[in-house]
């Protein structure tokens, strides 16, 4: 059986602002979520993502949130053609979102 993608957990430290990014990115998630420690959001191709406060300091001593501009993971969206990627990129740092560089 081949292995398949069914899950991506970000750790994040503050809750509104990851989800209204995402938001912003296209995925629906109720607003009503940004006041809880976890969120899960399944995708229609079937992944699901999830944003968590809480899960690796409660079961992983040793862990620690990366310090400075630093980013420990890379996440790709398929949107179709450059233009969109452009757009989304225009729009996503219009709303405040730090882009490291321009696509």
Do not use: C, N, W
Request: proline content about 5%; glycine content about 10%.
């Amino acid at each position: 059986m081949e292995i398949q993608l069914s899950m991506v957990g970000m750790i994040v430290r503050d809750m509104p602002t990851a989800l209204r990014f995402y938001r912003l990115l296209g995925l629906d998630i109720p607003s009503s979520d940004d006041a809880k420690p976890f969120v899960l959001h399944r995708m229609g191709s079937g992944v699901t993502i999830f944003f968590d406060t809480v899960f690796a300091a409660r079961y992983d001593a040793d862990h620690r949130l990366p310090t400075g501009a630093g980013y420990g993971s890379l996440f790709e969206f398929f949107l179709g053609d450059d233009a969109a990627v452009d757009a989304m990129y225009a729009e996503l740092t219009a709303a405040g979102s730090h882009g490291r560089m321009s696509p």
